[in-house]
């Protein structure tokens, strides 16, 4: 009897956790758990890979896509045959700047796109190279792909507004900046660079476990209290039918006989 007993010299908070750890293991050791704890500690196991499962499914959901503008620059031309002309302006003169191309022809957008995937927040994001998009001014409601060349070709069939080499142009001059060099090379190597945040996805799985988990115990819960109300309306219908004096099964009259062994119309045992 001395292992149930909590050390005297230990503290008395130490000494009550002590007690009642020792009593979760006297009880656990006599309970070894119906199939309902039995199953609900099943469903703690299993929810850990469908969580997992889940969390990478919903990578491909949710999608959110940030697009940052980190360059203007503007496309025009001297005269009818001259090149395509680059000019950068200040981003905050995006729309509003005087144009000062004899011959205007688009003002482009450089945009750094960054798409990031998962519910319900993201676990991994991929990073495409930065967009070059025009809006020309002979269509100010069209948005045209500078590296798009159908899109393009579409647009001097239809304007005549001919973008054709702006993207190089494009490129040729924010390089003279340097202040876009990283935005140039993403953009020539055109290269769609993915990232996983490790510390997202982890959290991820692990609230994926838990929801799961939780609808599994809840499920389990439901099974349980249905299955306990169905035993205690069948027992309470077979004292009702024996208290009536009838067969709990067929309700056949057992009243002829006082203890009857079994019921002669089905055989059920009664007394027996
Ligand atoms: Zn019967």
Request: positive net charge.
């Amino acid at each position: 009897m001395t292992s149930t007993r909590s050390p005297a010299w230990l503290p008395g908070p130490i000494r009550r956790i002590h007690r009642w750890l020792r009593r979760i293991e006297r009880e656990s050791a006599t309970r070894p758990g119906g199939p309902y704890t039995r199953a609900t500690e099943w469903a703690l196991i299993l929810s850990l890979p469908i969580g997992g499962l889940l969390a990478f499914t919903l990578d491909e959901l949710g999608t959110v896509e940030n697009r940052e503008v980190v360059a203007v620059v503007r496309l025009g031309r001297a005269s009818r045959t001259a090149p395509i002309e680059a000019r950068s302006i200040p981003l905050e003169e995006q729309g509003r700047a005087v144009w000062r191309d004899a011959i205007p022809l688009a003002e482009v957008l450089i945009e750094r796109r960054r798409i990031e995937y998962g519910w319900p927040f993201p676990g991994r994001a991929s990073v495409p190279p930065p967009a070059a998009t025009a809006l020309p001014v002979q269509a100010p409601d069209r948005r045209v792909d500078l590296t798009d060349d159908a899109a393009i070709a579409e647009l001097r069939s239809t304007t005549g507004s001919d973008l054709t080499g702006g993207f190089e142009a494009v490129l040729a001059v924010l390089e003279t900046g340097r202040r876009h060099e990283a935005v140039v090379s993403a953009m020539r190597e055109g290269a769609v660079e993915h990232r996983r945040f490790w510390p997202s996805t982890i959290a991820l799985v692990g609230i994926l476990w838990l929801l799961v988990f939780a609808v599994a115990a809840a499920a389990i819960r439901l099974v349980q209290a249905t299955n306990w109300m169905a035993r205690r309306l069948r027992r309470r219908r077979i004292i009702t039918r024996l208290s009536h004096g009838l067969c709990p099964d067929c309700r056949y009259d057992l009243r002829a006989e006082r203890f009857p062994k079994r019921c002669p119309e089905c055989g059920r045992r009664i007394w027996g």
